[in-house]
C-alpha cells in the first residue's frame, strides 16, 4: 500500500524553494524581499500598473494581504501608489525604477530555481509532473 504523503512533500518543497530564493536574492544585494512578494512583483512586470483588487485577483490573495505586500514593497522602495484616473477611490500600483531594475535579477532567480526543479527529469516527466500538480489544484 503506498504512502500518501504528497501534500508534506509539497509544504517541505515549498519550504526548500522559498528559503532558496531568498538566499539568492541575498546573493544579489536583495533584502528584504520575501517569496510572496514575488506574485506581485512579477504582475507588475507584466502589466506595469494595476489596483490593489486586480493584483489580489491575479495572485489569488485578499485585498487585505495584498494590502500587505504591497505597503512593505512600498516601504523598500519597489513600488508606488497613485489614484486611478478614472475613479479616485481606486489605488493604482506600480513599479518604481529600483523596482525595475529588480526584473532580471528575479528571472534569474527564476531560472535557478527551475533548473534545480527539472533537472534529472525527461520531458515527459517534467510534463507529467505539471499535469498532476495542476490536477491536484484543480480539485482544490
Not at 72 to 99: H, N, P
Request: charged content about 30%; overall charge neutral; cysteine-free.
Amino acid at each position: 500500500m503506498p504512502k500518501y504523503n504528497a501534500i508534506a512533500l509539497i509544504a517541505r518543497i515549498r519550504d526548500h524553494v522559498n528559503k532558496r530564493i531568498v538566499h539568492e536574492l541575498e546573493q544579489h544585494e536583495v533584502t528584504g524581499i520575501v517569496p510572496s512578494h514575488g506574485d506581485v512583483l512579477m504582475f507588475l512586470y507584466r502589466e506595469e500598473t494595476l489596483s490593489i483588487k486586480m493584483l489580489a485577483e491575479r495572485i489569488q490573495r485578499t485585498q487585505p494581504t495584498v494590502t500587505v505586500l504591497v505597503n512593505k514593497l512600498e516601504k523598500l522602495g519597489y513600488v508606488e501608489r497613485s489614484k486611478s484616473a478614472e475613479d479616485s477611490r481606486v489605488t493604482m500600483i506600480r513599479l518604481t525604477e529600483q523596482g525595475k531594475r529588480l526584473e532580471p535579477i528575479f528571472h534569474q532567480v527564476s531560472e535557478q530555481i527551475n533548473d534545480i526543479i527539472y533537472s534529472g527529469l525527461s520531458d515527459e516527466q517534467s510534463e507529467q509532473l505539471e499535469s498532476l500538480l495542476s490536477i491536484i489544484f484543480r480539485k482544490l
